[in-house]
Nanobody, 126 residues
Framework: QVQLVDGGGGSVHTGGSLTLSCVVSGGTFSSLGLGWFRQAPGKERQFVAAVTWYEKATYYSSSVQGRFTISRDDAKNTVYLQMNSLRPEDTAMYYC???????????????????WGQGTQVTVSS
């Protein structure tokens, strides 16, 4: 069973930076695509970024493109989300997630993901 433990959240001011991390265990990390989602109170879970397992291709939502960077370290079974130029609207609970092993479909919808971390809170104040 794949398990994800995410962390690194915190509170920053507008313009600040944070790096989230997600350690994966119980699966073959190199065969797992990985994504980050976020959910603010009263809102649906929203796609943020993803990285595939086969080409290490990356995908971003338009709201974070150019500010956030997703990366993976297969030697450490860890995926990162570097977040720069943070804005108050980035405030949310952030979750890392993994679709099934050897997945080759879309990464944009939470329904495609089987495994989820517990979430880490990011708060950006103005």
């Amino acid at each position: 069973q794949v398990q994800l433990v995410d962390g690194g959240g915190g509170s920053v001011h507008t313009g600040g930076s944070l790096t989230l991390s997600c350690v994966v265990s119980g699966g073959t990390f190199s065969s797992l695509g990985l994504g980050w989602f976020r959910q603010a109170p009263g809102k649906e879970r929203q796609f943020v970024a993803a990285v595939t397992w086969y080409e290490k291709a990356t995908y971003y939502s338009s709201s974070v493109q150019g500010r956030f960077t997703i990366s993976r370290d297969d030697a450490k079974n860890t995926v990162y989300l570097q977040m720069n130029s943070l804005r108050p609207e980035d405030t949310a609970m952030y979750y890392c997630a993994a679709p099934p092993t050897y997945y080759r479909g879309s990464y944009y919808h939470p329904d495609y993901y089987d495994f989820w971390g517990q979430g880490t809170q990011v708060t950006v104040s103005s």
